[in-house]
């Protein structure tokens, strides 16, 4: 069985998953059924069509492809909400080491946030998983949120890919806002909410691809997060 050995920790950063220090060790199991095409389908699954369809990231619990991630282990995974739960597996066919983690971050607003997570250790396509990511979220990226007082502060060492979108508050059909990357126009932003009245209207959805080349291994974060005033 093959095994992982653990990359050191990334640098600070102000969002919960930025901290994540995958050195867990999850070792090859014989897998009960063929592997999903690529990452981008598990995040799909997992992560952006359970929560667009049931509001929840979907947990494969008794799935014995996937090993439960809980206690100190469970912190390595970057600092977790009460409840969040996780998981991992080694994909050989793939070269990765993946970790799911499904979390409900505490709010002070009254607001409902999910979030869910795909933390990759090993070489990704950065190509191709922008174009897999922005064909399932039908909008292109933005790395303009990076530095800016609405987004992001810059961390050494990372790149950072955002997606936002505003769906009508409960629908089931998400698209990425145009503003994020729009090829029409050139117009290359991303949605901020400054108001709560704009939940009574609309949710809002926000996606991020995290890469960080330097270490032993790649480490990659795929995101989603759905913010509502409840369905």
Same mark, same amino acid.
């Given at each position: 069985?093959?095994?992982?050995?653990?990359?050191?920790?990334?640098?600070?950063?102000?969002?919960?998953?930025?901290?994540? =220090?995958?050195?867990?060790?999850?070792?090859?199991?014989?897998?009960?059924?063929?592997?999903?095409?690529?990452?981008?389908?598990?995040?799909?699954?997992?992560?952006?069509?359970?929560?667009?369809?049931?509001?929840?990231?979907?947990?494969?619990?008794?799935?014995?492809?996937?090993?439960?991630?809980?206690?100190?282990?469970?912190?390595?995974?970057?600092?977790?909400?009460?409840?969040?739960?996780?998981?991992?597996?080694?994909?050989?066919?793939? +070269?990765?080491?993946?970790?799911?983690?499904?979390?409900?971050?505490?709010?002070?607003?009254?607001?409902?946030?999910?979030?869910?997570?795909?933390?990759?250790?090993?070489?990704?396509?950065?190509?191709?998983?922008?174009?897999?990511? *922005?064909?399932?979220?039908?909008?292109?990226?933005?790395?303009?949120?990076?530095?800016?007082?609405?987004?992001?502060?810059?961390?050494?060492?990372?790149?950072?890919?955002?997606?936002?979108?505003?769906? *009508?508050?409960?629908?089931?059909?998400?698209?990425?806002?145009?503003?994020? +990357?729009?090829?029409?126009?050139?117009?290359? =932003? $991303?949605?901020?909410?400054?108001?709560?009245?704009?939940?009574?209207?609309?949710?809002?959805? $926000?996606?991020?691809?995290?890469?960080?080349?330097?270490?032993?291994?790649?480490?990659?974060?795929? *995101?989603?997060?759905?913010?509502?005033?409840?369905?």
């Amino acid at each position: 069985m093959d095994q992982i050995a653990p990359p050191p920790p990334p640098p600070a950063s102000p969002t919960a998953l930025d901290d994540a =220090s995958p050195d867990i060790v999850i070792a090859a199991r014989p897998r009960t059924r063929p592997p999903l095409r690529n990452l981008v389908d598990y995040y799909r699954y997992y992560c952006v069509d359970a929560i667009r369809l049931t509001g929840h990231g979907r947990a494969p619990l008794g799935d014995p492809d996937w090993q439960p991630i809980v206690g100190q282990d469970l912190e390595r995974l970057g600092h977790a909400a009460p409840g969040a739960i996780a998981f991992g597996q080694r994909d050989d066919r793939l +070269g990765l080491t993946v970790y799911l983690k499904i979390e409900q971050p505490v709010r002070a607003d009254g607001l409902h946030e999910e979030q869910c997570a795909l933390i990759l250790l090993g070489p990704i396509d950065q190509k191709a998983y922008l174009a897999q990511m *922005s064909a399932l979220l039908r909008g292109s990226p933005t790395i303009r949120h990076v530095g800016m007082a609405e987004g992001v502060a810059k961390a050494p060492g990372w790149k950072r890919w955002l997606w936002t979108g505003m769906p *009508s508050r409960g629908s089931r059909n998400w698209v990425a806002s145009p503003t994020s +990357g729009d090829r029409l126009t050139g117009w290359d =932003s $991303f949605l901020v909410v400054t108001d709560r009245r704009f939940y009574d209207e609309y949710d809002y959805i $926000f996606a991020e691809l995290k890469v960080r080349e330097a270490g032993p291994l790649p480490l990659s974060i795929m *995101s989603f997060n759905h913010v509502s005033a409840g369905r």
